[in-house]
Each structure stands twice: as C-alpha cells, then as structure tokens.
C-alpha cells in the first residue's frame, strides 16, 4: 500500500440461501466483495477490510474499530440496496461516517443477471464450504 492511498472498507450483505432465487445478488456476497474491488483498483484505493453483515446496527465496533485507529478511509458497497439489507439504518450510518468524517459511497453499477448456472454455482458454494469446495 503506498503512501496516502485511500483505504476502503467494502461492505456485502450477509442474505440467507433461501433467498437465492429472488435475490442472487444479495446471497452474492463473493460478487458483491468483488463488485467493490474493481471500483477500488480503478481508483486506486485499496480494499484493506471486507465486512459482511446482515442489519448491523450503525454504531457496532466491527464498523468503526479500524476507522479509530486511522486505517480507514472510505466504506463502500455495491448499491444503496446492499447497504440497506446489511446495516439496521442506513440514514445512521451515514449521518455517523459524516460525524467521523469518513465518505461513505456505493459503486453503483448495475447488478449482474443470474441465469440457473450461476446460482447453482453460488448455491454450490455456499451450501458445501466446509466440504472442501473452493467456489470455482
């Protein structure tokens, strides 16, 4: 990391299987890490913390303890959809980075279409992580 690099916490949410058919992308969570480490490289910001979360309540310390000890920067997330199935309030949380005086911003790029493969690829994935399966 170089010198005055922007530090990025990327923020997925953390959506249950069972929600898979209706929402791909919000169960997606590799996808929506990823999604923000392509916005970060070309900007040139480094991804230093992927949180995944579901409802977490604005003023929990897994959101601010690197941002107190001044090793972060920025927070983003996919879509404003995102930040609202990860964090209990989105309007908190935002009005809490401007306090702390760290941006808050989202890719906002359209989410990927999800035929039958691809969610049975994340479905694979998610239902047999400790069975040895990398996710490929």
Request: some cysteine; aromatic content about 6%; glycine content about 6%.
């Amino acid at each position: 990391m170089g010198p005055g690099q922007v530090r990025v916490v990327a923020i997925a949410s953390l959506t249950p299987l069972e929600e898979l058919d209706a929402e791909p992308f919000l169960v997606d969570s590799r996808s929506q890490h990823a999604m923000c480490a392509r916005w970060a490289v070309e900007r040139g910001y480094v991804v230093t913390r992927e949180l995944l979360v579901r409802g977490l309540r604005p003023d929990h310390r897994a959101l601010w303890a690197d941002v107190d000890a001044g090793l972060v920067d920025l927070f983003v997330a996919p879509s404003r959809r995102v930040l609202e199935r990860a964090l209990s309030s989105v309007e908190e949380f935002t009005a809490e980075c401007a306090r702390r005086g760290v941006r808050v911003e989202t890719v906002g790029r359209a989410e990927p279409s999800y035929d039958a493969r691809m969610k049975a690829c994340v479905h694979r994935r998610l239902s047999m992580p400790t069975a040895g399966y990398d996710g490929r």
